[in-house]
């Protein structure tokens, strides 16, 4: 598998998957357009990749920086071959906990993010008549969990809007959706409950990388965690919120 003669747009590139997947991209040939808040951290990842690529910082939550983004990259004068959508936050945080100003600047940047990405970028691949539109949800999006918080809502948004990007844009472009279950970052070393088949952040990079030649839309794993999940989700509600109950009452 080889990215050669690519150029590949990641957003969330700074640390975590997103950085990860950076460097496996730039090991299989790809020319990265490097992207997240922390410019130094670019940078720095940029020089440990031999600085053959280019970094664009900006903040995905404010639309005019989003749309200031894409022209920059659009004014580099190269074709764009995919976009990668990974930037998010977290913080664990029950329901309970009512956190107004963190669960606004969560759902600017989980979900409207994504959504600004993708309206900053849609004419560019439709111009160029291909590319190829990343999103990152999350197994945490499929189906409500206690504990699940406003970041599985954000991420079941992100699920719900890539599909229907899917179902809407034209054939020419291809849209794919990434669900990873646990992966060791700063985002789960927050956590302090147990995170079954946790994935470093290489594996999940690995996985994503071959994911984006597949055929299939989802990117999703690892497969025995993700199937899990889904079989759950698929229950009629009276099983499947019983159950969820269940494991409130457990915990
Ligand atoms: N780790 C997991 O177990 C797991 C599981 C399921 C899904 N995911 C998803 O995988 C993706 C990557 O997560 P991760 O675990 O690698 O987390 P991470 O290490 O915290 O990385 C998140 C990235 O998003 C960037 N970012 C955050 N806010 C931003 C903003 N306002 N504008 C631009 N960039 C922003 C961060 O860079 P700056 O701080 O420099 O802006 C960073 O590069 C996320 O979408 C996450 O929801 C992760």
Same mark, same amino acid.
């Given at each position: 598998?080889?990215?050669?003669?690519?150029?590949?747009?990641?957003?969330?590139?700074?640390?975590?998957?997103?950085?990860?997947?950076?460097?496996?991209?730039?090991?299989q040939g790809a020319t990265l357009i490097l992207s997240a808040r922390r410019e130094a951290e670019l940078e720095a990842l940029n020089a440990s990749l031999g600085g053959a690529h280019r970094v664009v910082p900006f903040d995905v939550a404010d639309s005019a920086q989003v749309q200031r983004a894409a022209e920059q990259v659009s004014g580099?004068?190269?074709?764009?071959?995919?976009?990668?959508?990974?930037a998010a936050i977290y913080r664990p945080e029950a329901i309970a906990a009512r956190d107004y100003a963190f669960t606004k600047q969560l759902v600017e940047v989980n979900l409207l993010g =994504?959504?600004?990405?993708?309206? $900053?970028?849609?004419?560019?691949? *439709?111009?160029?008549?291909?590319?190829?539109?990343? /999103?990152?949800?999350?197994?945490?999006?499929?189906?409500?969990?206690?504990?699940?918080?406003?970041?599985?809502?954000?991420? =079941?948004?992100?699920?719900?809007? $890539?599909?229907?990007?899917?179902? *809407?844009?034209?054939?020419?472009?291809?849209?794919? /959706?990434?669900?990873?279950?646990?992966?060791r970052t700063r985002i789960t070393d927050k956590n302090n409950f147990a995170m079954p088949m946790r994935l470093e952040p290489e594996q999940a990079a690995k996985a994503i990388a071959k994911g984006l030649k597949g055929r299939a839309f989802e990117i999703h794993f690892p497969k025995g965690f993700t199937y899990g999940v889904k079989g759950l989700h698929s229950l009629p509600y009276a099983i499947r919120l019983w159950l969820t109950r269940r494991m409130r009452d457990k915990a």
């Open positions: 598998m080889s990215f050669a003669g690519e150029y590949i747009w990641i957003i969330g590139a700074s640390c975590g998957i997103g950085e990860a997947l950076a460097r496996e991209l730039a090991a580099m004068g190269t074709r764009l071959d995919r976009v990668i959508f990974m =994504a959504i600004y990405m993708t309206y $900053a970028v849609l004419p560019l691949f *439709e111009q160029q008549r291909a590319g190829q539109m990343v /999103l990152c949800g999350s197994v945490a999006g499929y189906t409500g969990l206690p504990g699940g918080q406003p970041y599985s809502a954000s991420k =079941a948004g992100v699920i719900n809007f $890539a599909e229907s990007l899917y179902a *809407e844009v034209d054939n020419f472009i291809d849209v794919k /959706l990434i669900n990873p279950g646990f992966v």
